[in-house]
C-alpha cells in the first residue's frame, strides 16, 4: 500500500527557509513523477514544484521559480521540498503526491492536481511578516 509522509512544516518569519520532507513507502519515489501542492484558506490546491521519475525535468510555477527546489533521496525513498526567501503568500498547507502515469507530462500537467493519485496528510507551513 502506497503511503506518503510529509514533515518539516513550520512557523518562519518572512526571508527564512524550510525544508519539506516526504517520505514514501510502499513503492521507490524514483518509479513515479511525484510533486508537491499547497492549499492556502480558501484556496485552489496548485502545484508548487514537480519532478519527473527520471528526474531530467523540474517545473515549478512563476510564483516560486528561483526559491524553492524539489528533491529526490533514492536511498532515503524520500522527497524534499527547499523553501528559501519565504514570503507570507507561501503561507498554506503543503502536500507531497505521486502519479502512476509513467508517460512524460507536460509542464502543466505536472503541476496539475489531476495528474496525480496518492497524497500525503500535508504538513503546514506559516509565514510571518
Known amino acids: 500500500q502506497v503511503q506518503l509522509v510529509e514533515a518539516g512544516g513550520g512557523s518562519v518569519q518572512a526571508g527564512g527557509s524550510l525544508r519539506l520532507s516526504c517520505v514514501a513507502s510502499?513503492?521507490?519515489?524514483?518509479?513515479?513523477?511525484m510533486a508537491w501542492f499547497r492549499q492556502a484558506y480558501g484556496k485552489e490546491r496548485e502545484g508548487v514544484a514537480a519532478?519527473?521519475?527520471?528526474?531530467?525535468?523540474?517545473n515549478y510555477p512563476d510564483s516560486v521559480k528561483g526559491r524553492f527546489t524539489i528533491t529526490r533521496d533514492y536511498t532515503k525513498n524520500t522527497l524534499y521540498l527547499q523553501m528559501n526567501d519565504l514570503k507570507p503568500e507561501d503561507t498554506a498547507m503543503y502536500y507531497c503526491a505521486s502519479s502512476l502515469n509513467v508517460s512524460p507530462m507536460t509542464p502543466s500537467r505536472a503541476l496539475n492536481r489531476i495528474s496525480y493519485h496518492y497524497w500525503g496528510q500535508g504538513t503546514q507551513v506559516n509565514v510571518s511578516s
Open positions: 519532478i519527473s521519475r527520471n528526474d531530467l525535468r523540474t
Open positions: 510502499g513503492y521507490k519515489v524514483n518509479s513515479y513523477h
